[in-house]
Nanobody, 120 residues
Framework: QVQLVESGGGLVQPGGSLRLSCAAS????????MGWYRQAAGKQRELVAL???????TYADSVKGRFTISRDNAKNTVWLEMNSLKPEDTAVYYC??????????????WGQGTQVTVSS
């Protein structure tokens, strides 16, 4: 079994910063792409940021210049640094990863979600 455990969510004021963490554990051969998604109340889930195994990053237009995704392949961990937070960033943030449990078997896994609330 593979688990993605998230941490770092909370309540922050507009303009504040928050750092989310997600660690993969279990029967892992290799962790490939890792990313962060979010789902605000009443809205569809959307991609926030993605990072490949080689370090190439992709960001949603709404967070470019404010959020930074990074990873440590040795620790199977991905982070999301969120700066200049806005109320519209309020959502449940989910970690996602493509995990090889064997050399030819890849599966997609989700973290449990962590609430980020940006409010005065």
């Amino acid at each position: 079994q593979v688990q993605l455990v998230e941490s770092g969510g909370g309540l922050v004021q507009p303009g504040g910063s928050l750092r989310l963490s997600c660690a993969a554990s279990g029967s892992i051969f290799r962790v490939n792409d890792m990313g962060w998604y979010r789902q605000a109340a009443g809205k569809q889930r959307e991609l926030v940021a993605l990072i490949t195994n080689s370090g190439t990053t992709t960001y949603a237009d709404s967070v470019k210049g404010r959020f930074t995704i990074s990873r440590d392949n040795a620790k199977n961990t991905v982070w999301l640094e969120m700066n200049s937070l806005k109320p519209e960033d309020t959502a449940v943030y989910y970690c996602n990863a493509d995990v090889y449990t064997a050399i030819t078997w890849s599966y997609n896994f989700w973290g449990q979600g962590t609430q980020v609330t940006v409010s005065s």
